[in-house]
């Protein structure tokens, strides 16, 4: 009896409507006393009212799961982007209810509106969609969905308590890939105006044999076939349609910037994750290496089915550090790691031009050996502060300053340039689709 008293105590929540109701009979009692024709009047009416609350009671609990309530979501959230959640709500009563349904979010959405009222008939299902954009990269605790019943006669409600402690990770983004990769695939070459042309070379993806004519290496005579042909048959190569893609992610402070909730390592590691995926899509192997003081994770390149699921789950852990990025344990890195000429795709940021000149001795040392691409980023508030018109004398020194470092930023571009290192100089939101276009347009132009 106990167990029932303290499950109704803590799930039974009285209605405005009865208050009201109580406030009634509380003011027939006080003019009772000025008008004795009221008579029995007040004590009628409160029965009346105690009578249909504990009706009211019974109706609601009678039933004892009158009310089903589930969340379906997906077994992890994709960061950065609009994820869809629903709650589907059955109406197990004989009659209509009215619902309130609140849901509990994570905490790191800071939300409060996640509140919802709808009616259901008698056997009847909804569902309630709402979107979540997670900022950040971990673990995010759903709380339980609270649905709070109400009879026709609206004096008590009974609160429902469904999915509790719902743990859900928050991947690298993962919603949007399916865009990449139909832009890989309608990506043909004809766009770029370049003809696929196949060449010569030493590497060691077998093409065919055929007849020697003067000029053949004759290293590559194939002995076996110049016995059955009795004439001299040479083997010839391809250049390996297979590359390596290698994504290099700075996690140093320069990459803790916020922009839109999401900080510049997190559109890095979204654009690593697009790039891999339209990589393995157009047959060449990809890689990742994360680097801050010292080297961090280091996946090698590869093209098998489990690849990409492999490079989300490592850099899902991977967290911005405070202090510079360390180089040369980069150039070292690359040079143990990489034996043979790849693209190496190195999201970072500078912040000044002199910050730049002291990595570009590594950048040309890695540039050397392989097809060094720099992506780093536009500051989108000095941007917009510089086209705004100047109002004062302070507006007019800000939106200076503002262009200054816009011009610093394009001549980062242009020095890397100078040394035959490819620059991408991009806002955050536009990064990924600026990695991949530059990607796809070096495979067209067979520079990788």
């Not at 009865?18 to 409160?46: D, H, R």
């Not at 004892?64 to 979501?73: D, P």
């Not at 320069?254 to 990589?279: C, H, Q, T, W």
């Not at 690849?307 to 850099?315: E, T």
């Amino acid at each position: 009896m106990k167990k029932i008293f303290q499950q109704y105590y803590t799930n039974l929540f009285l209605t405005d409507r009865l208050f009201m109701a109580l406030a009634c009979c509380v003011l027939l009692f006080i003019l009772k006393f000025f008008f004795s024709w009221l008579g029995e009047i007040p004590e009628i009416a409160t029965g009346v009212i105690f009578v249909l609350l504990i009706l009211d009671i019974f109706i609601l609990y009678r039933n004892k799961s009158g009310i089903e309530a589930q969340r379906l979501t997906g077994k992890r959230l994709s960061n950065g982007d609009e994820n869809p959640i629903q709650i589907e709500i059955k109406n197990k009563y004989g009659f209509g209810v009215k619902l309130r349904v609140i849901d509990e979010v994570p905490f790191q959405f800071q939300l409060r509106d996640k509140d919802f009222r709808l009616s259901l008939k008698p056997a009847d299902i909804k569902s309630i969609h709402y979107n979540l954009r997670p900022t950040k990269r971990g673990e995010y605790d759903f709380g339980f969905i609270r649905v709070y019943t109400g009879s026709p006669l609206g004096l008590v409600n009974r609160r429902y308590n469904f999915d509790g402690a719902k743990i859900l990770p928050v991947y690298p983004s993962f919603i949007n890939l399916g865009q990449y990769e139909l832009m890989a695939i309608s990506r043909n070459l004809t766009e770029f105006g370049i003809k696929k042309i196949r060449k010569i070379g030493q590497s060691s993806e077998f093409d065919q044999i055929k007849h020697y004519v003067g000029g053949d290496d004759i290293r590559t005579i194939n002995w076996k076939a110049t016995a059955r042909k009795g004439d001299l048959m040479v083997n010839t190569y391809t250049d390996e349609r297979s590359q390596n893609v290698y994504c290099i992610v700075d996690k140093s402070r320069v990459m803790r910037m916020p922009f839109e909730g999401l900080s510049l390592l997190d559109y890095a590691i979204n654009a690593s994750v697009a790039l891999s995926k339209v990589a393995m899509l157009k047959q060449d192997k990809a890689g990742l290496i994360t680097l801050s003081e010292t080297i961090g994770s280091i996946v090698p390149a590869d093209r098998k089915a489990s690849q990409l699921g492999h490079i989300i789950r490592v850099l899902y852990k991977e967290k911005t550090r405070y202090l510079e990025s360390n180089m040369e344990a980069l150039y070292s890195t690359v040079r143990n790691l990489i034996k043979q000429r790849s693209l190496v795709v190195f999201f970072t940021n500078f912040e000044s031009l002199s910050a730049l000149q002291r990595q570009i001795p590594y950048l040309k040392r890695i540039s050397k050996y392989h097809l060094l691409v720099v992506v780093f980023f536009e500051n989108t508030e000095l941007k917009s502060l510089s086209t705004e018109p100047a109002k004062d004398v302070e507006g007019i020194y800000h939106k200076t300053v503002a262009e200054k470092f816009i011009y610093e930023k394009k001549l980062m571009a242009l020095e890397l340039n100078k040394y035959g290192i490819i620059s991408i100089l991009t806002s955050p939101q536009k990064l990924t689709i600026n990695v991949v276009n530059q990607y796809l347009a070096l495979k067209a132009q067979q520079k990788i």
